[in-house]
């Protein structure tokens, strides 16, 4: 019986000794450390593309969008846009701007107002409105890099915009503003029928450049300086005599009405003198002096032979004297190329003619500093003495 068993045991043994050989040597499973390693690689190819994505990504350094415009708006008045611009890199030269389409609008410049902010940048651009319709333009901003390589942000649409046309008052004077206010007044003689009056104003969100009277014949600006937030001018204008206050009005656009405008028309007496036969339909009624004077010489000449009166004879010789001055030949004086003749006498005056070439005037009187001339046209104006040559 121990014999039978002790070989039982042995012959398991060795059936169990087979079973697991011939288990072993099929096994071709590469071992842990191999697939370890192969993990890695592939994390590292996978992390690799990771990492070219990302760069690819961050070789954008504009961002750009269009954060304020309007949205009603009359024809003739001033508007703006807002653009925020944001800058990831600090290798930049300049921060410019593309502007393409748009209708109904005029740009007053290109350069914007700009606001920094470390990396944020905001840019206002001021438009008017010069059509019934009007269509914001498409704003390409582009970012110029070292070596004159620019980077654009996409295009910001602009889109249309409503408008209104105003259906303005017959003494409408042209001028859209949040505020208008007239700072100066003077007014002068012009000539027999007429004053000239100058008129300084400033205003704000207003083109000025618009301004006009519709009751004055002759006006025109003798200064102007524009500006989107505030704007300034002095004009004048040729009125009737009979016109004793002006009367105009200007659109507010805080209040979206008319507003009524009145200024008196008073005459300044300090001017009068040198204003007066400014019109050369005014000057001189030289003949009737001459013949009235002539007379009187007469006259005295004759009581005096008659009298035998020294008195008599002064007085005759006196008045044939000024009956020839009156008839002496107009002085010349000769004005310089380019010289401008001026309105009026007066500091800051209208231009209303520049001498074409140097040539030969009348002059008919000096006061402060100008000549008074007569132009070939028969127009009368003044010169600065400054602006007269010797010969």
């Known amino acids: ?19 697991t050989f011939v288990t072993d040597i099929p096994e071709t499973v590469m071992p842990f450390g191999m697939q370890a390693e192969e993990a890695d690689q592939s994390a590292e190819v996978e992390s690799d593309a990771i990492s ?6 961050g070789t954008r350094h504009l961002y750009a969008t269009l954060v304020e415009k309007p949205e009603r708006l009359f024809k003739g008045e001033i508007v703006s846009i807002l653009i925020r611009s944001v800058i990831t890199t600090d290798l930049f030269d300049g921060l410019s701007y593309r502007f393409s389409g748009g209708s109904g609008l005029e740009l007053l410049s290109d350069t914007p107002e700009r606001e920094a902010h470390d990396h944020t940048y905001f ?23 070292g070596y004159g390589e620019e980077e654009s942000s996409e295009p910001l649409q602009g889109g249309a915009v409503e408008a209104t046309v105003l259906n303005p008052p017959q003494n409408f004077c042209g001028i ?4 208008f206010t007239v700072t100066h007044v003077k007014t002068t003689v012009y000539d027999k029928a007429n004053n000239i009056i100058v008129i300084s104003a400033d205003a704000n969100r207003s083109d000025l450049g618009a301004f006009h009277l519709p009751q004055a014949g002759k006006q025109d600006f003798e200064s102007l ?5 505030f704007a300034s001018m002095s004009y004048y204008a040729v009125l009737p005599k009979t016109m004793e206050v002006l009367r105009f009005q200007y659109f507010n656009l805080q209040s979206k009405r008319y507003e009524r405008m009145s200024i008196p028309i008073e005459v300044d007496d300090d001017l009068v003198s040198t204003t007066s036969d400014i019109n050369p339909v005014e000057h001189g009624h030289v003949t009737q002096k001459t013949v009235v004077f002539l007379v009187v010489f007469g006259l005295f000449f004759l009581l005096a032979l008659w009298k035998r009166s020294w008195t ?4 005759a010789v006196a008045a044939g004297g000024y009956a020839a001055w009156l008839n002496i030949p107009l002085q010349q004086v000769c004005i310089k190329e380019g010289s401008p003749i001026y309105l009026l006498p007066m500091r800051n005056a209208t231009v209303f003619e520049i001498a074409p070439t140097r040539y030969q005037l009348n002059a008919e009187g000096h006061i402060k500093g100008y000549t008074k001339v007569r ?4 127009q009368i104006g003044w010169v600065k003495n400054e602006d007269t040559c010797a010969d």
């Open 123 to 145: 840019d206002r651009f001021y438009f008017k409105v010069t059509g019934k319709r009007a269509l914001l333009p498409d704003i390409t901003p582009v970012l110029t890099l």
């Open 312 to 315: 008599l004879l002064a007085v």
């Open 375 to 378: 132009l070939q046209n028969e």
């Open 176 to 179: 859209l503003a949040d505020r």
């Open 225 to 229: 300086q524009k500006d989107p937030h």
């Open 1 to 19: 019986m121990r014999s039978f068993l002790l070989l039982l045991w042995l012959g398991t043994f060795g059936l169990l000794q087979a079973a």
């Open 52 to 57: 070219v994505e990302e760069e690819a990504s």
